[in-house]
């Protein structure tokens, strides 16, 4: 709900501008990363995930950037809508474990 | 409908009272899994499950039990709930893809 997004950072874009949400992960092993978004009173809704063999996945309007020499993980959201108005995390895994890592999350804004 | 269900969505209890929180799923999956969502923390792991009777911790299973009787079924246990874990609990759910499926949450309140 609306409680666990208080301290967030928070991206303000204008509804129809692209929108890029980074993340750092944390565990050079893991091989597998998510992107979630999250609408308040809601759980996370799954988005799109890439594994570390890519560098470039494309989605519907979205897509997710993986560079693994600095550990980062983006994602762009083309044409930014009000319905896109939500927390996005990140989380990353090990294959061959179900222990998941994830991020602290953004709050993004679309501004109309 | 492919859900994850939770029962309760909201309970406010006392300090050292059991509770029980349930957490369904209708997708035939193997692979269960219990986070508390906390401000400035983001999810947390707190037990998982990879098959029925096969469980383990996560980062943050101090104080909670778990259990894997049947495959669509793993209900989050607090023995003595404190405090501290007034929380946002959601279940979460996935194949072998490891695309997981989150239920809708439950709002913990231990007073």
């Known amino acids: 709900g609306e409680s666990v997004g208080l301290h967030l950072p928070t991206l303000s874009v204008q509804e129809g501008d692209n929108s890029i949400i980074n993340c750092a992960y944390s565990?050079?092993?893991?091989?597998?990363f998510i992107w979630y978004k999250q609408e308040s009173g809601k759980g996370p809704q799954f988005i799109i995930d890439?594994?570390?063999?890519?560098d470039k996945r494309q989605g519907q309007r979205v897509t997710v950037l993986l560079n693994k020499t600095v550990k980062h993980l983006s994602l762009q959201i083309a044409a930014t809508q009000p319905g896109d108005s939500a927390v996005y995390f990140c989380?990353?895994?090990?294959?061959?474990?179900?222990?998941?890592?994830f991020g602290t999350g953004t709050r993004l804004k679309v501004l109309a | 409908e492919a859900q994850v269900t939770q029962n309760p969505r909201y309970l406010i209890t006392v300090t050292g009272k059991k509770l029980t929180v349930t957490c369904s799923q209708n997708?035939?999956?193997?692979?269960m899994s219990w986070y508390r969502q906390d401000p400035g923390l983001g999810l947390r792991q707190i037990y998982y499950?990879?098959?029925?009777?096969?469980?383990d911790k996560g980062d943050v299973p101090e104080g909670y039990k778990v259990s894997r009787k049947e495959k669509r079924n793993f209900p989050l246990i607090l023995e003595s709930p404190s405090p501290n874990q007034t929380s946002l609990y959601f279940c979460?759910?996935?194949?072998?893809?490891?695309?997981?499926?989150f239920g809708p949450g439950t709002r913990l309140t231990v007073t």
């Open positions: 979460a759910s996935s194949s072998q893809s490891r695309e997981q499926y």
């Open positions: 565990n050079s092993a893991s091989d597998y």
């Open positions: 890439i594994r570390s063999n890519m």
């Open positions: 989380a990353e895994n090990q294959g061959g474990t179900y222990k998941y890592i």
């Open positions: 997708m035939n999956h193997e692979y």
């Open positions: 499950s990879m098959n029925v009777e096969v469980t």
